[in-house]
């Protein structure tokens, strides 16, 4: 059995991101979508342990003491933090998971694991983000602060492997889909199960 891919999603917020990997669970078998820990309050339709596990501020700090997250941030004044048991747990079971986090959450990753596949989700402009945070009625001060917020994660792209333009939520969907495909077939994922099987009979 192979090791489970770890595959990494940032964009900027109004970038679709969130609902991309949702999406793409449905899509493609055997991948899980990695549940965040978060001292932010639930959206109306949020479900606890589903889209977050949402905790207390104390509680986020005890978590961090006891070194429960791989990596943790503050983004837009919450705590956000990626548990390192089901990092270990996916690795371990070889059920590839899906990370939605910023970008300093991808970095700590790859200083600290140096493996994953790291796929970063955009509109084509600023005014298309523009547009989706307004449509979300967020309050003017936000959107100030989540376009100068996108502004630093594009300058951080470099980071990452795979860049989706999202234009159309279907084939973004559709091209995150086949990056998850084509990176199940690379030749250093498969050869060591592919030699113990192959020469058998059947
Ligand atoms: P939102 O509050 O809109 O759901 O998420 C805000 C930002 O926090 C998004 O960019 C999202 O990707 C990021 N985020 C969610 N979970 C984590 C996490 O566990 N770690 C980090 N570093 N960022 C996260």
Avoid at 33 to 50: H, K, L, M, Q
Avoid at 100 to 120: E, L, M, P, T
Wanted: hydrophobic share 35%.
């Amino acid at each position: 059995m192979r090791e489970g891919i770890i595959f990494i999603v940032s964009g900027p917020s109004g970038s679709g991101k969130t609902t991309l990997t949702k999406r793409v669970t449905r899509v493609i078998d055997n991948l899980r979508f990695s549940v965040s820990y978060t001292t932010r309050r639930p959206r109306p339709g949020e479900i606890d342990g589903v889209d977050y596990r949402f905790i207390s501020k104390e509680q986020f700090e005890n978590m961090v003491q006891n070194g429960r997250f791989v990596e943790w941030a503050t983004v837009h004044g919450n705590l956000y933090g990626t548990p390192t048991e089901e990092l270990e747990r996916a690795k371990s079971s070889g059920v590839d998971l899906i990370l939605d986090i910023d970008v300093q959450g991808a970095r700590s990753i790859k200083d600290r694991y140096g493996s994953g596949v790291y796929i970063f989700i955009t509109p084509s402009s600023v005014g298309a983000l523009k547009d989706r945070l307004v449509e979300r009625k967020e309050g003017m001060a936000d959107i100030t602060k989540r376009l100068e917020n996108a502004r630093k994660e594009i300058e951080e792209i470099r980071l990452y492997d795979y860049i989706i333009i999202n234009n159309s939520i279907d084939e973004a969907v559709e091209n995150l889909a086949s990056v998850i495909r084509a990176e199940r077939c690379k030749r250093e994922r498969i050869i060591e199960s592919l030699k113990d099987g192959f020469w058998n009979d059947r």
